[in-house]
């Protein structure tokens, strides 16, 4: 049951190691696409406006609201470092196993050298 556990475990942290960079990215492009999507509507929508405004000669001047702005940017910030993030984590999983697995490699060698030198020590008693 154990072994299960851990199988599946590795397949789900595999599955997760494969799939969070492709999502991140996905999640990137949506993201640039929908920007360029508001931004044609804002556009068409100034457009019209300025039709509308050059017809009945009234000049329009828009407001800017900086702390809007600046919310928008720090949460744009929050959402790229998050981003990055999830490419991040894949990779350290990926290195974290890779470091496991030599070390179970390393302490299994260091097992096997302290077993023959015991049996060579058992001999030697047994010859006595």
Same mark, same amino acid.
């Given at each position: 049951?154990?072994?299960?556990?851990?199988?599946?475990? +590795?397949?789900?942290?595999?599955? @997760?190691?494969? @799939? /969070? #960079?492709?999502?991140?990215?996905?999640?990137?492009?949506?993201?640039?696409?929908?920007? /360029?999507?508001?931004? &044609?509507?804002?556009?068409?929508?100034?457009?019209?406006?300025? $039709?509308?405004? $050059? +017809?009945?000669?009234? &000049?329009?001047?828009? #407001?800017?609201?900086?702390? *809007?702005?600046?919310?928008?940017?720090?949460?744009? &910030?929050?959402?790229?470092?998050?981003?990055?993030?999830?490419?991040?984590? #894949? /990779?350290?999983?990926? *290195? +974290?196993?890779? *470091?496991?697995?030599?070390?179970?490699?390393?302490? +299994?060698?260091?097992?096997?050298?302290?077993?023959?030198?015991?049996?060579?020590?058992?001999? &030697?008693?047994?010859?006595?």
């Amino acid at each position: 049951m154990k072994l299960k556990l851990i199988n599946v475990f +590795a397949v789900c942290l595999i599955t @997760l190691t494969v @799939l /969070f #960079p492709s999502l991140t990215v996905f999640g990137l492009v949506w993201e640039k696409h929908l920007n /360029f999507v508001e931004q &044609q509507n804002i556009s068409l929508y100034n457009k019209s406006i300025e $039709s509308e405004c $050059s +017809a009945f000669e009234i &000049q329009t001047n828009f #407001p800017t609201n900086n702390h *809007v702005n600046l919310n928008l940017s720090n949460n744009y &910030q929050i959402r790229h470092l998050w981003r990055w993030l999830f490419l991040f984590i #894949p /990779f350290c999983m990926v *290195v +974290a196993i890779y *470091v496991y697995d030599r070390y179970l490699v390393c302490r +299994a060698h260091m097992h096997q050298q302290q077993i023959e030198m015991l049996e060579k020590l058992w001999q &030697q008693s047994l010859e006595k």
